[in-house]
């Protein structure tokens, strides 16, 4: 494995397949990883695991080879992925609870982010 991905400056972005790759959202700049989904075209996954039960089927995404499927993968135990647009911070506050408290989070995180690189 090389390329950004291994080394992302929040050492996060561990990076398991080779086909996916680190890279900030051109839209609000938070890290994503970018793998390629079912139908071919890339799609941008927020980084960790989520609650599966906690959040809307329709946003639930599931990696198998490196490749996003939709929906949660049951020996996930309970967890699964979401596209980062879910809760993409140039986008309004999700109107659901848990996608709107990922998107305060993810918020508060970028902001931190910000503040460290003014130092
Ligand atoms: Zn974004």
Request: glycine letters at 10%; a positive charge; proline letters at 12%.
């Amino acid at each position: 494995m090389t390329g950004p991905a291994a080394d992302s400056p929040d050492g996060q972005a561990r990076v398991r397949q080779g086909r996916c790759r680190f890279e900030r959202c051109p839209a609000c700049g938070t890290p994503t990883h970018v793998h390629p989904g079912i139908d071919g075209r890339e799609i941008a996954l927020q980084p960790g695991n989520h609650p599966a039960g906690l959040l809307p089927p329709r946003n639930l995404r599931h990696l198998s080879h490196g490749i996003v499927y939709p929906g949660a993968d049951p020996r996930e135990y309970g967890t699964a992925r979401i596209e980062h647009v879910s809760i993409c911070l140039s986008l309004p506050r999700p109107a659901h609870p848990v996608l709107a408290e990922l998107w305060r989070a993810l918020s508060l995180r970028a902001a931190c982010e910000r503040n460290a690189n003014r130092r």
